[in-house]
């Protein structure tokens, strides 16, 4: 008796796993933008060609006097991105990229070192920032520092500017 009960309930169980496979979600045109999802992303080859919507750049990181030692690591939704050319000193940090259109969570970290000590210091946005399909994301940052190479600003903040593709 209680194989036929475990026969039935398997048939069920692939009844209803069967009807799901066929059944067709409909939404209306105005939510096609977040409820589908691309098959795969696009080949590298043609990504490649798309311009860079997001440039964040930072001046003034070291110098050759009491602040080559310093760095910058920045930060896209918690992900660290690397830089194309890293000196033992780099006066500015710019970074160009091609990120998809939605809100991100971008900081940078400053590492001053102070001769004895590494300090840390947060670069933010106001908010979190929008990315847009037809406009360039442009974050500036010159930091003013003091005579050991501390941010004046206790939590220095990003310019947000948007310029048009180019």
């Not at 080949?43 to 003034?60: C, D, H």
């Not at 940090?93 to 590494?118: C, D, F, S």
């Not at 210091?121 to 920032?129: A, C, D, L, R």
């Amino acid at each position: 008796m209680k194989s036929y009960y475990i026969i039935v309930g398997i048939i069920v169980l692939v009844a209803l796993s069967v009807s799901q496979c066929s059944w067709n979600r409909q939404i209306n045109q105005d939510e096609t933008y977040d409820a589908i999802k691309p098959v795969a992303p696009l080949p590298e080859y043609e990504r490649s060609g798309l311009p860079v919507n997001v440039e964040v750049s930072i001046k003034n990181v070291a110098d050759m006097n009491n602040s080559y030692k310093n760095t910058i690591d920045l930060y896209v939704n918690d992900y660290i991105i690397n830089p194309d050319n890293v000196f033992n000193y780099k006066s500015n940090y710019t970074y160009q990229m091609r990120l998809q259109p939605g809100i991100y969570k971008i900081k940078a970290v400053y590492h001053a070192n102070t001769g004895w000590q590494e300090k840390k210091f947060t670069i933010s946005t106001q908010e979190p920032v929008k990315v847009y399909l037809d406009k360039k994301l442009e974050l500036s940052l010159t930091l003013e520092k003091n005579w050991w190479g501390a941010p004046q600003e206790k939590h220095p903040k990003f310019n947000v500017e948007y310029a048009s593709l180019e």
